[in-house]
């Protein structure tokens, strides 16, 4: 019989719907520092926010934490696209799971090029980081206007054949109009959300308390939204066949299988290991408890299929 | 994937450890001590732990490990709460249980050609070097002595040290009574008037020793450091003054504490320039010409 929790996702095979989500776990690696974690236990492992060239990110402090979640302001730091590809890539196992780059930008050029870059690598597919709230130019200021979202989709499009996964940003008015530009521009897929936008002032001193003064913010704070959003975006993707990786404060099983029944074909674990970074095979044990408990066959039966009243 | 590749996988374990102890001292400070024996196999000096204070408060705390006993699997931990998360640590009592993901980092690594080590530590800074103080009291190779500040009376036994120490003012009369035991001489400090300290700074009495060395001495000595900024960045200064290396353990905010979300950043000044370098696995540990430039 087939593994009940193995599922495809935009044509890959993915052994659990369980992805590990960008800038939580490094290039890759970084996890299996910790004793009894693999990669292998995940459907796929989404790599740092990636330039063309390297970044030093935001200064300190870059995490705090925040009632039922964390403020984060990175900045996205990371050695450039051409470093990740010669030095990181080859040190990574394509055996164990799917790992995706997740591509970021300055100018719309300059994400076609990051992608570009990728697309000559063994990397299996590309998100395309259209709503990091944590840098000036690119990131969620590109991703809240639905033209130019479509705009750096579609440059992306021309550079890869390899799938690729356009990234929402909460902070936006109508999320749904962007994912369907996002789709119209050729994205294979979406992922449902990235963090929102949040803040924190240090009282004694008076000044915020990141570096960047603004951070966006995750974990179980932001799951009721995420929840909501991954509902609205599947309204229009689902119909298309555009599978959603869904995220935002999932933390368990449940949670996990709240975002499939509002439509996501793949769930996202970020936050949720810092927390319990053994977290990813309680999640999987715990999703095929459901299935067998409910005499579903296979993760794909979940997607969507919430019963509104 | 190669050897060299995977190296540094399963170095880190996550236990549920069970509370041995759990003791409060004046001045708003712990020791708790806790059975997490994979941790106690693999601590080193400098390295640290992430726990979780309360099922309430997910973000994990990072606390330096201050004993480890591989034979009992035991591991100690010296912390003075600042907020919410170690508030509820402090609650914690024997039997329940907290969870322990460590040892996470670089700890201290001193070089054999600088046999002689000065510690300088303060506050809750104390614990790597009383743990590196335990580690090396039977290695033939090092001599240590152990400068210890606090503005709250330590949370250890002090006694009258039997013999002065070249350099230091006689105010600083007192020595901790595990290291005497240890055979590791030890010198305080303390603003707070606590008897048998020298009424200063910490890096105070490092200058104090370091000025009456001949350069012979200095040319064999290394610095180890632990504490607050300010205190870190004196001692820094006195490295570059009197042109001796100095290892410091830093710190800073953390969210994962294993190396994923580049979260716990300081700037370290390379060749190359400044570079980003997380304190939770390329530290906690750095050089002091990298990390404070003269
Ligand atoms: C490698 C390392 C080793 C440490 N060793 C010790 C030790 O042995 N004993 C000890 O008492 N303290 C130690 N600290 C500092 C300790 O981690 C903080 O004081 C603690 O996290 C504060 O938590 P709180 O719940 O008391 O305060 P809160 O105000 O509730 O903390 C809020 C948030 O800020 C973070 N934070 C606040 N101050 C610090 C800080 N100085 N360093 C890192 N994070 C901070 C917390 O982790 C938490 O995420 C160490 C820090 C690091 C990085
Ligand atoms: C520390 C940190 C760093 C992140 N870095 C990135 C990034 O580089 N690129 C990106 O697209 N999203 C990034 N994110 C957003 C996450 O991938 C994820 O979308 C978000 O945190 C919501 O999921 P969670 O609540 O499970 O963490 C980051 C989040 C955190 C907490
Ligand atoms: S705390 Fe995440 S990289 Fe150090």
Not at chain 1, 113 to 139: K, L
Not at chain 1, 192 to 212: F, S, W
Not at chain 2, 244 to 269: D, N, Q, S, T
Request: hydrophobic share 40%.
């Amino acid at each position: 019989m087939n593994d009940p929790l193995a599922t495809t996702f935009c044509g890959l095979n993915f052994s659990s719907p369980v992805v590990l989500l960008s800038g939580c776990v490094g290039f890759g690696e970084e996890y299996t520092r910790v004793e009894g974690f693999s990669n292998a236990d995940a459907g796929a492992v989404v790599l740092k926010g990636t330039y063309l060239e390297a970044r030093p990110g935001n200064p300190p402090h870059r995490v705090w934490e925040s009632p039922s979640g964390m403020l984060n302001a990175i900045g996205l730091q990371n050695p450039g696209a051409a470093t990740v590809i010669r030095d990181i890539l080859p040190r990574l196992d394509f055996d164990e799971t799917r790992f995706f780059a997740n591509v970021c930008g300055s100018t719309i050029e300059e994400y076609a090029a990051v992608t570009a870059r990728f697309d000559d690598s063994p990397i299996d597919a590309m998100e395309i980081n259209i709503s990091c709230p944590n840098v000036d130019h690119g990131g969620v200021e590109f991703g809240n206007d639905p033209g130019v979202s479509a705009k750096v989709v579609a440059a992306c499009r021309k550079a890869t054949s390899k799938p690729i996964i356009a990234k929402l940003s909460p902070n936006q008015t109508d999320i749904a109009t962007n994912a369907r530009a996002c789709i119209e521009a050729g994205a294979d897929a979406l992922a449902v959300i990235n963090t929102v936008m949040g803040m924190a002032i240090d009282i004694t001193t008076r000044r915020p308390v990141l570096g960047n003064n603004r951070g966006g913010l995750s974990g179980p704070a932001i799951r009721p939204i995420a929840l909501l959003k991954v509902h609205q975006v599947y309204q229009e993707a689902g119909p298309l066949g555009i599978p959603i990786i869904g995220q935002g404060g999932i933390c368990s099983a449940h949670d996990a299988i709240e975002f499939l029944l509002a439509g996501a074909s793949a769930i996202g674990l970020g936050t949720a290991l810092f927390y319990d970074p053994l977290v990813v095979t309680k999640v999987n044990a715990g999703i095929r408890d459901y299935l067998r408990e409910h005499g579903t066959e296979s993760v794909g039966d979940l997607i969507g299929t919430v019963e509104l009243r | 994937m190669n050897t060299e590749a995977r190296a540094h996988r399963g170095t880190i374990a996550l236990e549920d450890a069970c509370v041995l102890s759990q003791q409060r001292f004046d001045g708003n400070q712990f020791i708790l001590r806790v059975r997490a024996p994979r941790c106690a196999q693999r601590a080193t000096p400098g390295s640290f732990a992430h726990l979780t204070c309360d099922t309430s408060i997910p973000m994990r705390r990072p606390l330096s490990i201050m004993r480890a006993d591989a034979d009992d699997g035991s591991v100690e931990f010296l912390y003075k709460p600042v907020g919410h998360g170690l508030a509820q640590l402090a609650t914690r009592e024997a039997d329940d249980i907290v969870s322990v993901l460590g040892p996470i980092g670089h700890g201290f690594d001193p070089d054999p050609k600088r046999p002689m080590i000065l510690a300088v530590a303060g506050g809750v800074g104390i614990p790597p070097v009383y743990f590196l103080a335990e580690t090396l009291r039977d290695d033939a190779r090092f001599a240590l002595l152990v400068l210890l500040g606090s503005e709250v009376p330590f949370p250890f036994p002090t006694t009258v040290r039997d013999e002065s120490i070249t350099g230091l003012p006689p105010s600083a009369s007192h020595a901790i009574v595990d290291l005497e035991r240890w055979h590791v001489p030890s010198a305080l400090a303390s603003n707070a008037g606590l008897e048998g300290c020298y009424p200063g700074h910490v890096p105070d009495l490092a200058r104090a020793w370091l000025s009456k060395q001949s350069g012979d001495v200095l040319e064999r000595v290394q610095i180890v450091s632990c504490g607050p900024e300010a205190m870190l960045r004196a001692t820094a200064a006195l490295a570059h003054e009197f042109d001796v290396p100095a290892a410091l353990a830093v710190e800073e905010f953390m969210a994962c504490g294993v190396g994923g979300c580049a979260g716990c950043i300081v700037p370290i000044h390379t060749p190359d320039g400044i570079a980003m370098k997380r304190v939770c696995v390329d530290g906690p540990v750095f050089d002091a010409r990298e990390l404070y430039p003269a």
